[in-house]
């Protein structure tokens, strides 16, 4: 076989997805971190099905318009960097092969030196010994070694046996893929997808079979949560865009904190406050706190002062029309708000104008903030933090560029900040706000974990520009030291530091700090090598395994190590596979 169509190439699709299909789980054990994360085989399955699904009902002769589509399809599904990588392979490809309906040995290769390009244009800071490599090299020496009139399957098998050389020679080029002993796995899942596109021009095209793996549920695929119903969102259905709200209210802090409640910090407090509003009176006076604030919001500053204390009096006016009285209707609003319909609750009073429900569609609001989280109470946390969508996803389910593109819709603004929380999201994230810059000004903030998009969360002002929110974000995202707490899902020694398996990992900046049989005793470990002379502010959020039993314990541990120097605040987060999550201010 001499040339190729788009029907044959379909067919190299199908039997390269499939391929990588029945390998992911093995490609996600080639994680250098012995964390229970569905990361790169996952990650590259669910882009490559994406992928797959967007030809598979298409029967176009034209290899072009074949690789185009499923450029595309990968575009759409790209989850995690080596999705994202993967799908910049494809689409510098497809660029190469562009009015081509057939293609021989030489075309075949210039469309993988394209493909190559495209790909490392994509990363800003390419590293090598990783899947860029592996095409770079590969591609490369098919280049180099491409003749006319020969066989395309002599082609592929030229490509692949040099993608596996230079899979084999990844860890010389990355020292911790060599510390470890393992192969980049990005490189590794490429090579599968190479090997089946090399097995369907030999008449053997992979069929789909049960992974090596068992597949558990995090490497179902699932879309992204639908937005609580919560005291923002309903109460944006009735601000002011100009003047906004005069809210005042008066707070009790307890003197011995409830479980349910945080730990006050005047200071965060008072710079939350001025985050989100203006004309701002607020007085401490011992376990009093008086509040003045106007805001576009009220609803989202009551949820949050609530976390500290018990709310004595509350009074909201607008400041545009205050001749009706509003009454809450919304039950959830009301719970939210910490406004029941009880004799015990406070008292409030709220006067505004009737909603205007005849806003077009085609007007946006100004700003709308989107974040990645996993996890009932680390969700209920950005909410409360004026965020607008949560896109679920996080650790072990990555969203992709498809989900982001979906949030970015349904926010309708003129201007989107998208925290990732994740460094393996960012590159999604980006490829959506590319795809939608003609509809509006999207921004992603580089945060890494959940702490830290917290943080600019809490500094985001709706007042400020965008260039001002984009420089308070980043430079308050650098004050925070992450940390997080999992268990080992393999026995490894990496960074000097010996993890057993079933063990816990304390996590600081991609680096395991410690490793003990207990979590407990690993979260204080790594707090120690956390807070120094100018830490003040320790917050932890703790995940689904940990019992109240062990929440009750760690708080008196946190407690009695660092209450004297640190402000501290422990919350549920109800993460999923991480214990804890860690920032220390």
Known sequence: MIKIDGVIFKQMIISGTNNLY??????????????????????????MQSGVKEVSNKNDASIAQVAKDFARGLLMGARGNSGVILSQIFRGFSEGLEGKGEVDAIALANAFMSAKNVAYKAVMRPVEGTILTVIREASQALYDKAEKNMPIDECMDLLLDEARKSLQRTPELLPVLKEVGVVDSGGAGLCKVLEGFAKALHNEIVEKSMPSVTETGSYSTGKPAAPKEDVGNVQSKFEHKEFGYCTQFLMEIPEKLPRDKKAFNEKRFKAVLEAHGNSIVCV????????HIHTLKPGNILTYAQQFGEFKMIKIDNMTEQHEELVFEDKEMKEEAGVLDDPASPKIEVTTSAPDFSKKESERKEYALISVAVGEGIERLFTD?????IVSGGQTMNPSTADFVDAIKKVHAKNVFIFPNNGNILMAATQAGELMKEECNVVV??????????????????????????DSMKENILAVKSGEVTYAIKDTTIDGVTVAKDHFMGITGKKIVCCHKHKINTLMDMLRK???????IITILTGQDVTKEEFDTLSKKVKDAYSDSCDISIEEGKQPVYSFFVSVE
């Open 22 to 47: 029945n390998s992911y789980p093995e490609i996600d054990n080639l994680n250098v971190f012995p964390v229970p994360d569905g990361d790169t085989g996952t990650n590259m399955n669910l882009t």
């Open 284 to 291: 401490c006076d011992g376990s009093l706190v008086k509040v």
């Open 385 to 389: 933090l004026s965020v607008d969508y």
């Open 445 to 470: 903030i580089p945060t890494k974990t959940i702490p830290e998009g917290l943080v600019a969360c809490m500094v985001y002002n709706p007042g400020s520009s965008v260039e001002e929110n984009v």
């Open 530 to 536: 956390m807070v120094d002379d100018e830490s003040q």
